[in-house]
């Protein structure tokens, strides 16, 4: 018992020191210190859980973030279950597991199969559970997360809620806080009533606004954007000057940072964005996810949209203007730390998917095509 108690009062002051060197650390630290640092830092909070055992219920779990969240949530002794309609594989292996891992996870998770549309079924299937924590990784609508909050609100301790950063009202100030305005006409709208409803209640709640996620088997195709093209050594049509600033996030930094906010009291009732540290320009991406795949810069063609016609095809994989925000409240009341800078970020993403061949959609360069005719391009695609 005494080793016990000394070993968990080690944990703690470790924790009182990250906490204190983030709050002290300045931004001009050398890339290299800080690089090691931070991966320190990042592997205490992993491995490290000052929370007693939950029981969890995960809305989602079976595509990207919650693959890695529900792996993370795990080891770290809590007990999880997947809510999903049951129609991909609970335990589909991911590129991090090792043959260990992954049967300690397959034998370790749980799962209910059901339609969260279907209120009442929904309610019933998991109000009987006791489940103290909720991870709402997939819910779009206020009314969808109402449904799983009145199931398990007689046992629930903490609702935490996947959200999104486009929620803010476009500012001339940057980078978004999140005192920030929002935006009621945003397409992410639905989140945003959502955080209103988990205000109105009387449920410690957090909400957690990513910018772009990346990262192994990512479903929406940011840095896949990107390594179709340059694999297949063409130019890159790059909207805009190229110039304006955005922001990605590791999806195991995010993951991350929700395991941090877990019975966290700091984390109660708060909203916080969640990516890297630094921020990139459309250029400065297309150079990066080059860099990440040991490939030559590629040249870049910047254009203006508003000279083509497109439709209803989507050109480029990013929104035309400034979006990123700052991540300082995060890091400060998580005592959390993105592990992965943006180069190191796209290489897992690169060697762990796009690199073994793995890609959501097919390369599509049609709107490319558009753009390099107009400029007298001529391209021919590598094999």
């Given at each position: ?52 055992p939950k029981k969890i219920l995960m809305m ?17 002794g809590h007990d999880v279950t997947l809510f ?300």
């Amino acid at each position: 018992l005494a080793c016990s108690y000394a070993f968990r009062l080690v944990i703690r002051l470790i924790r009182i020191q990250q906490c204190t060197m983030q709050g002290t650390m300045k931004h001009a630290q050398a890339p290299a210190l800080r690089g090691k640092q931070t991966a320190r830092r990042t592997a205490v909070q992993v491995r490290c859980s000052s929370t007693e055992p939950k029981k969890i219920l995960m809305m989602g779990g079976t595509r990207f973030i919650g693959l890695y969240l529900a792996r993370q949530l795990i080891d770290q002794g809590h007990d999880v279950t997947l809510f999903t309609r049951g129609k991909k594989a609970v335990t589909s292996q991911i590129p991090d597991d090792t043959p260990a891992s992954f049967e300690k996870f397959s034998k370790t998770v749980k799962h209910i199969a059901g339609d969260r549309m279907d209120f009442d079924a929904l309610k019933k299937s998991i109000g009987k559970e006791g489940f103290q924590v909720v991870y709402d990784i997939n819910g779009r609508e206020a009314v969808e997360s109402a449904a799983v909050l009145e199931g398990t609100k007689s046992t629930l301790e903490q609702f935490i809620y996947c959200s999104s950063a486009g929620v803010y009202l476009k500012s001339d100030q940057m980078p978004h806080r999140e005192e920030d305005a929002t935006d009621p006409k945003s397409r992410h709208k639905g989140k945003l009533e959502t955080e209103a409803m988990l205000k109105n209640s009387d449920v410690p709640w957090t909400s957690v606004r990513p910018v772009y996620i990346y990262g192994p088997l990512n479903y929406n195709p940011v840095e896949e954007w990107f390594f179709h093209r340059i694999k297949a050594g063409r130019p890159i049509p790059v909207l805009g000057s190229g110039q304006q600033v955005t922001q990605l996030g590791h999806v195991k930094d995010l993951a991350t940072a929700f395991t941090a906010c877990l019975g966290n009291k700091k984390a109660y009732n708060q909203i916080y964005n969640v990516a890297g540290e630094r921020y990139v320009t459309f250029n400065g991406l297309a150079k990066a996810c080059a860099k990440a795949m040991g490939a030559p810069e590629p040249e870049l063609i910047n254009y203006n949209a508003k000279d083509y016609d497109f439709g209803k095809e989507k050109p480029f994989p990013l929104r035309d203007q400034h979006f990123f925000t700052s991540v300082d409240k995060a890091m400060a009341d998580l005592a959390w730390t993105p592990e992965f800078s943006l180069i190191d970020g796209l290489t897992d993403s690169y060697n762990k998917d796009f690199g073994r061949g793995g890609f959501r959609k097919a390369a599509d360069f049609t709107t490319d095509d558009m753009v390099l005719e107009k400029v007298g391009k001529k391209v021919v695609s590598m094999a």
